[in-house]
């Protein structure tokens, strides 16, 4: 996985700063152009990088330091906190309660990974011993619910669906009913998505929206498509008032950093990221964590 490079660039570049015999600002700014290359390769915005570059500075404040303090630990720690800050946006998503119902909502793009992924959310939850349930309103491409239901089958979790229903709100509310009425504590409903953010789509995601009163809207994005991250979240966020982000195909492709960073900036929360095929292939996405590993 590239970001296991970025990491592993960024780490090379504290090491090598470490081994300086004096650390002074000379040493420190090569350190810091290591980073920003790094950034950069993995596709972080231009804007991000060079924030980021002029924070760690900031923080780091090498001329205030009293003699003795040890400068090495310093730009560490700061380093660090940047990173943090920089896929952090401060706002923590809606966690659904066991044993009362929630419902939550999936919106995305065709092809995002938005199907596949509401199965492994679902399959996340009944691990931690919750009780939940798919209903497939994507009415608009052939063959979501049988995707849908295939999906579910496999991971041995209830779904609800129509084969002749055209109506997207009305399947939703009929499938948000049924599993309420069976004390399930965590409805998913998978909405349909597009090719491209148009107009009907976003109606359609209103409607199944005002009909199913989720507690969380969640848009599921294809990591692969980069800084162009920055636009279709806060497109959809513009849309459905998007409670959190999954990013999807984090696994061997090059655009990792560049998508994670600028859905950061829209000031949403990745709480997941997916990386594989398979339902198992999903991590919860906890910055702090995620970039102590980052660094090794
Ligand atoms: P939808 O149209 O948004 O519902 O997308 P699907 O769930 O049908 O997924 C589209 C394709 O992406 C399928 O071939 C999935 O197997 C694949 N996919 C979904 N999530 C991931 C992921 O995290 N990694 C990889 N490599 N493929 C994924």
Redesign the pocket.
């Known amino acids: 996985m590239v970001l296991a490079q970025l990491g592993g660039s960024i780490a090379a570049a504290l090491a090598r700063m470490g081994k300086a015999t004096v650390v002074d600002d000379k040493v420190l700014a090569e350190c810091l152009n290591e980073i920003s290359r790094a950034l950069l390769q993995a596709d972080v915005r231009f804007e991000t990088v060079r924030d980021v570059k002029a924070n760690i500075k900031a923080t780091a404040n090498l001329d205030a330091l009293p003699a003795g303090t040890d400068k090495r630990r310093v730009i560490q720690k700061a380093v660090v906190g940047e990173l943090c800050r920089m896929l952090d946006p401060g706002k923590p998503a809606f966690t659904p309660t066991k044993g009362k119902p929630s419902v939550v909502m999936f919106v995305?793009?065709?092809?995002?990974?938005?199907?596949?992924?509401c199965t492994k959310y679902a399959d996340y939850y009944r691990r931690k011993g919750f009780n939940p349930a798919l209903v497939c309103a994507d009415t608009f491409r052939a063959g979501a619910f049988d995707?849908l239901k295939q999906n579910s089958s496999k991971a041995k979790i209830p779904f609800y669906g129509s084969y002749t229903e055209s109506d997207p709100a009305k399947i939703a509310v009929e499938g948000v009913d049924t599993f309420r009425k069976e004390k399930c504590d965590l409805i998913i409903v998978d909405t349909s998505?597009r090719h491209k953010q148009e107009a009907a789509l976003f109606e359609e995601m209103r409607q199944v929206s005002e009909a199913t009163k989720p507690n969380l809207v969640i848009f599921?994005m294809d990591g692969s498509i980069g800084q162009a991250a920055f636009d279709q979240a806060q497109a959809f966020k513009h849309s459905a008032s998007v409670g959190a982000v999954i990013v999807?195909?984090?696994?061997g492709h090059a655009r990792g950093g560049g998508a994670l960073s600028a859905v950061a900036a829209t000031k949403s929360p990745v709480i997941f990221i997916?990386?594989?095929?398979h339902i198992p292939?999903f991590e919860v996405f906890d910055v702090k964590p995620f970039v102590s590993r980052l660094l090794g």
Do not use: A, F
């Open positions: 995305g793009l065709q092809g995002s990974g938005k199907t596949t992924t995707q998505g599921v999807t195909k984090m696994d997916g990386t594989g095929e292939d």
